[in-house]
């Protein structure tokens, strides 16, 4: 018995009441619906717009501001042929012309948000990836536990039959057949709660996935070729989690400039332009020059509290480049362990089959007893458990390196997936568009869609 003709679909094996698509699947399979279908990377892709908009936000304070007004003011007492109410409509303009290059010190300090904000998509992206695959291969794994399970069931009947047979006619002890019937109510027993966790494992493909597994194939472990050195060093160039801190770092220095600004001079444009209710029309057109004299120690406390947070940044990026390589060593760790195990679990499975075939045959001519039996079986099935879950570690192990280094992309797994541009909305965006004019349009119709 192979551990390949184990492996059956769960409705033929089981009949649980949970209805599974009958079509063959990959890993592949699974990792697409995951990745279009996750709620998770549909609401971090949301977050991104939103801290795209901050760069809009930031690029609108370098443009000039317009607004309109009408106002109707009753005057009390009222000069003698003057009206008791007073009518005014006016459009009035501010552009600030210098301050010090605040504004466009804000502006690269939220495209710097921005380029972290796409790591931590990135991130997210490993994450619900590497969750399907673990989903995928426990629903494997427990679903060839359930056939493993089933067909112990099965043998240890026939176990049972033989030794009752053979005690009708004296060749064994009534131990024998109570030997075989407590083996049989165990292998029952461990068959009910393999199926157990196949029920739990299906939901949780459910839910990582995005829908109800079908008849999973064989998956091969992911290639992994570089050394643990080489490794580690391309985390610490390319792992999301460290380039988002980087960017962070890069904003919060950038911050520190937009504060020390504040203690120059600012200088503003303003004009105005306006109509009464007899059309006499006024225009004011004006220069504003201005500066701090003294504010309490704020503008000095706002540039301590920005050092603070940039010295806070660099921290993180010390404690995340740790992690990085420490979850590299961790996940080569587990690859090397999953795969020596499984290639002793094969030998071992190979060498317990050829056991169990010759305690049985022996048995059938008196040499060998019922527990004789029992224990070999017993052997092969741990044999053949060991190399299952063995199999399961080693592929969920070569994905956990993938992601340690930060490559658990659609991108480096080449999934047929349509894939999200974050720089598409970012282009829509970036110079803050109006609603009326033809980007804002467009902008508007990508709302729409995205709404739906």
Do not use: C
């Not at 690029?59 to 003698?80: E, G, M």
Request: proline letters at 3%; hydrophobic letters at 45%.
């Amino acid at each position: 018995m192979t551990l390949r003709k184990t492996f059956t679909s769960l409705v033929a094996l089981i009949g649980l009441a949970v209805a599974t698509p009958a079509a063959s699947e990959t890993l592949n399979d699974a990792l697409v619906h995951a990745y279009e279908h996750s709620g998770l990377l549909q609401q971090n892709r949301a977050l991104l717009r939103a801290a795209d908009e901050d760069v809009a936000i930031a690029v609108s304070a370098t443009l000039p501001v317009i607004n309109w007004s009408i106002s109707a003011t009753n005057q009390s007492p009222r000069a003698p042929g003057s009206d008791l109410i007073a009518l005014n409509a006016a459009i009035s303009g501010s552009l600030t012309l210098y301050d010090g290059g605040a504004n466009q010190l804000a502006i690269e300090a939220q495209k710097e948000l921005v380029l972290g904000t796409r790591q931590s998509l990135r991130n997210v992206e490993q994450q619900v990836l590497f969750r399907a695959v673990e989903a995928y291969m426990n629903v494997r794994r427990d679903s060839e536990f359930v056939a493993l399970r089933q067909n112990n069931v099965r043998l240890i009947t026939q176990e049972l039959r033989a030794a009752q047979d053979r005690f009708e006619v004296g060749e064994v002890t009534r131990t024998d057949v109570a030997l075989a019937e407590a083996r049989l109510a165990s292998a029952k027993s461990l068959f009910a709660a393999a199926q157990g966790s196949l029920a739990r494992s299906i939901e949780e493909f459910r839910t990582a996935v995005g829908r109800s597994p079908g008849s999973l194939r064989p998956v091969s472990a992911a290639p992994v070729s570089r050394t643990i050195a080489d490794a580690k060093a391309f985390a610490l160039r390319n792992h999301p989690s460290v380039l988002e801190v980087r960017h962070s770092v890069t904003a919060a220095e950038l911050n520190i400039r937009r504060a020390e600004t504040a203690f120059g001079p600012n200088l503003s444009a303003t004009a105005r332009v306006g109509v009464n209710q007899d059309l006499d029309a006024g225009r004011e057109f004006g220069l504003t020059l201005s500066g701090p004299i003294y504010q309490g120690g704020r503008l000095s406390a706002q540039v301590r509290q920005f050092m603070a947070r940039r010295d806070a940044a660099r921290a993180g990026l010390h404690i995340t480049n740790h992690n990085v390589q420490q979850g590299v060593g961790n996940a080569y760790s587990f690859y090397e362990v999953a795969r020596a195990s499984r290639q002793a679990s094969d030998q071992q499975t190979r060498a317990a089959t050829v056991a169990f075939r010759g305690v049985r045959e022996e048995a059938t001519l008196g040499a060998r007893t019922t527990l004789d039996v029992l224990n070999a079986e017993q052997e092969l099935l741990d044999a053949q458990a060991n190399t299952i879950s063995a199999q399961a570690d080693e592929v969920v192990a070569s994905y956990s390196v993938l992601s340690a280094m930060g490559l658990l992309t659609a991108e480096h797994l080449r999934l047929p997936v349509q894939q999200y541009d974050p720089s598409a909305y970012y282009n829509l965006v970036k110079d803050a568009p109006t609603v009326r004019s033809e980007q804002g349009q467009a902008l508007d119709r990508v709302l729409r869609a995205l709404g739906k």
